[in-house]
């Protein structure tokens, strides 16, 4: 099983970023996905979920009304549109997809800052 997320940067605070996470190695449409990310010195939080279906999702109340997560299961693959980005949304963000077993990426680091 393989997770590879992408399309992480620099970005300056107010502006937005797309991340990705290609899966392969799995059956994607059965696994709940969701993003984490980690700062420096801080633990792993959750920042979003969606279920298979794409009909339930969930987010963290520090980003509610910025990000939005998305899935293709046709592409094997999860998104998280991250709009209106704070210097405290600085981390590295790691995707996960969770059934009967739980899989992590390599994660990708978001830096906002001017």
């Known amino acids: 099983v393989q997770l590879v997320e992408s399309g992480g940067g620099l970005v300056q605070p107010g502006g937005s970023l797309k991340l990705s996470c290609v899966a392969s190695?799995?059956?994607?449409?059965?696994?709940?996905m969701s993003w984490f990310r980690q700062a420096p010195g801080k633990e792993r939080e959750l920042v979003a979920r969606?279920?298979?279906?794409?009909?339930?999702?969930y987010y963290a109340d520090f980003v509610k009304g910025r990000f939005t997560i998305s899935r293709d299961n046709a592409k094997n693959t999860v998104y998280l549109q991250m709009d209106s980005l704070k210097p405290e949304d600085t981390a590295m963000y790691f995707c996960?997809?969770?059934?009967?077993?739980?899989?992590w990426g390599q994660g990708t680091q978001v830096t906002v800052s001017s």
């Open positions: 996960n997809a969770r059934w009967r077993d739980t899989y």
């Open positions: 969606i279920y298979s279906d794409s009909s339930t999702t």
């Open positions: 190695g799995l059956t994607f449409s059965t696994h709940i």
